[in-house]
């Protein structure tokens, strides 16, 4: 049971180029969500999906773009990278959004704009 | 969204217990208390959750207040591997729990 699998781990990108990170998962999830962490802070959320075809906006969507085709993928677009998009980048799901579900984490995508 | 409070840092030896506290005020009846932590270079992982009760697993136990304002995350016999940022969030148990936002956590350091 591989849970949710982020790819890439690593990525340099320089200013405007474009680029997704991919998320997958295999457990069934409806609810599944990407974050951002930067250096000595907590997570920020991006977007989230509470099903297949249903995306929304979290704290700081600006610079992203998301869709959600498949219930098992939920990729996160950078349309034209920026310098302030350097961040680990974390996706999470969970069987549905109501309240007693746990998230589970993937293990991170770090990226740097140059 | 209700927002949860928690310390900066905490420190403590290693086999000694730990409690980490955290303050939702705000809490609505409908929402569940949720701890998650993060190990240095790696994902969130889940800890523990609860709603009303008291809660006990493996890796920790919950105690909640009786009015639900405040929660402490007891780790019984603190050790190395245990250090970590702990996250305290809220979760709305209807079907609404989606916008799920983590604060700073609590930096624990374990001294040996």
């Known amino acids: 049971n591989a849970g949710v699998t982020q790819t890439p781990k690593f990525q340099v990108l320089k200013t405007g180029q474009s680029m997704t990170l991919q998320c997958a998962q295999d457990?069934?999830?409806?609810?599944m969500s990407w974050y951002r962490q930067d250096p000595g802070m907590g997570l920020r959320l991006i977007h989230y999906?509470?099903?297949?075809?249903?995306?929304d906006q979290g704290e700081v969507p600006n610079g992203y773009n998301v869709s959600r085709s498949t219930t098992e993928d939920f990729p996160l677009r950078l349309l034209s990278a920026a310098p302030s998009q350097t961040s680990v980048y974390f996706c999470?799901?969970?069987?549905?959004?109501?309240?007693?579900?746990?998230?589970?984490f993937g293990a991170g995508s770090r990226l740097t704009v140059l | 969204d209700a927002k949860t409070t928690q310390p900066n840092s905490m420190e403590s030896n290693e086999e000694e217990p730990v409690h980490l506290p955290c303050n939702h005020s705000?809490?609505?009846?409908?929402?569940?208390i949720h701890w998650y932590r993060q190990l240095p270079s790696q994902g969130p992982e889940y800890v523990i959750h609860?709603?009303?009760s008291n809660v006990n697993n493996r890796m920790a136990s919950l105690a909640i207040a009786e009015d639900r304002k405040s929660s402490t995350l007891i780790l019984h016999r603190a050790t190395l591997r245990d250090a970590a940022v702990y996250y305290c969030?809220?979760?709305?148990?209807?079907?609404?729990?989606?916008?799920?936002?983590f604060g700073e956590g609590t930096q624990l350091t374990v001294n040996p």
């Open positions: 999470a799901s969970s069987r549905n959004r109501e309240g007693a579900n746990v998230l589970t």
């Open positions: 457990m069934n999830h409806e609810y």
């Open positions: 999906s509470v099903g297949a075809g249903i995306t």
């Open positions: 705000t809490i609505s009846g409908t929402d569940y």
């Open positions: 609860g709603l009303t």
């Open positions: 969030i809220l979760r709305d148990r209807r079907a609404s729990g989606s916008r799920l936002t």
